[in-house]
């Protein structure tokens, strides 16, 4: 769920008995302070403007507390597994990269990168994995996915060119879809001597989500379906496959970038990434 290296961490397990077992875990994590260098060489007046924006030289360090509990279950004989886990994250002076557009002494204007702290966020969710081997030829696979994030202090930087606010309190982190699910089953048996011929399929599902902390753009909800139909043994495989199978034409990503077609700098342009449309295919492997 993050990119943090934890420092700390105090995990406790309780194992109920053969096939159920209970855990808690705090951790906390941190990523150091530093310096925009870019800023530093500007003039006050410059300085100013970046400073009415909660943006400075120097940034904070980021700190995430995450407090979170599970339970691990084996069912009918192993040939099921389920992992619950529900988490509660509070990260505090969030390190966020942010495109500023300032008025230069001239009279011109300029865009600058320069990295702040978000200041406090909550985050809460919960994951659901589970494994099923229905037959000795058929196994099937899930997983669910729910993150809320609620930003309690925060100086939004396209909030402002947005709707002319800095305030991005009440809003939720971007690029975090709410809701996302798989279900995935695969079918193997054997072919003809040391062959064997399997079939899966994957669905996905990732629920939409915001483009930037300003919450006015987002990415829609998207469905992706693969097909794979193959053979094969230790050393060799051959495989059919079919990816996106729907066709799905839902952008994959969303983000803020300056406008290309003018000359003055903005932060108002959204760069969609494409998915890529359904593809047929046939592909070997031979391991040496």
Partial sequence: RNVHQFLTACPVDYTINDDNMVYALWSRGFRPGGFNVNLAVQP???LAQFTDLGVGIAFEEERLDNFEIGFKSTWLDGRAQTRIALYKEFWRNGQTPINIIFTL????VNQITAVSNVGAVNL???EFEADFQVTEEFNMSATFGYTDSNIKIFTCGDCLNVYGSTDGTGNRLPQAPKVSWSLSGQYTDRLIGDYDWYGRVDYTRRGSFWVSYA??????????VNLRLGIRKDDLSLEAFVK???NDETAVTGT??????????SDTEIRYGLPDKRMFGIRANYNF
Avoid at 105 to 108: A, E, F, L, R, V
């Fill in 44 to 46: 006050p007046s410059v």
């Fill in 124 to 126: 809460e969710g919960a």
């Fill in 215 to 224: 919450n006015r753009a987002s990415v829609g909800d998207k469905t992706n």
């Fill in 256 to 265: 803020l970038g300056p406008e290309a077609l003018f000359t003055i700098a």
């Fill in 105 to 108: 002494p001239t009279g011109g």
């Fill in 244 to 246: 996106n199978l729907t």
